[in-house]
């Protein structure tokens, strides 16, 4: 593969038909997920679909609170507006995993922004990014209650993402 899109500690993503090359139809992507990878925060898109193909290695997802693995030649799919998270099974292989979002939406534009913000971004600036693309991305339980109050506080301190 080329050169990455962008790199965090947790993965290595490769854009491969953005919302433009698609006509807004779908977000693809490859991600390399490093062993050990932990959960995101538990969340859900509002308006789109996600389909999950393991090239390799293997995933833990959990769907609407069910645990599933997915090893490498299997995949997942998950519906608009399903609470989920996913991870590396391997705490010693990497895992390679297509994915499509469609539709597109900001989807390219979201992880860009998340990824631009580091590792070490305060949660003001987290949570005014996560705002800023509750089209695309949501997350649930107290992260749907403190995302808009935290996110209010970081613009009132000056904190705006420039999307």
């Known amino acids: 593969m080329n050169t990455p899109t962008h790199e965090t500690p947790i993965a290595r993503v490769w854009y491969l038909r953005t919302a433009e090359d698609t006509g807004g139809r779908l ?39 069910e645990e599933r693995v997915v090893e490498a030649g299997g995949s997942i799919s998950i519906p608009a507006g399903t609470r989920h998270m996913a991870r590396n099974a391997s705490q010693t292989d990497a895992a390679v995993v297509r994915w499509e979002t469609t539709p597109a939406l900001r989807t390219g534009e979201f992880f860009s922004a998340m990824a631009a913000l580091g590792s070490s971004a305060s949660v003001l600036d987290r949570a005014a990014t996560a705002w800023h693309y509750r089209d695309v991305y949501r997350g649930t339980g107290a992260l749907s209650v403190l995302t808009p109050v935290v996110s209010a506080v970081a613009r009132a301190f000056g904190r705006r993402l420039t999307p």
């Open 27 to 65: 977000h693809e992507q490859r991600v390399e997920y490093s062993p050990g990878s932990p959960f995101p925060p538990a969340h859900y898109h509002p308006a789109q679909d996600e389909y999950f193909e393991i090239e390799s290695g293997s995933m833990v997802f959990v769907v609407g609170g």
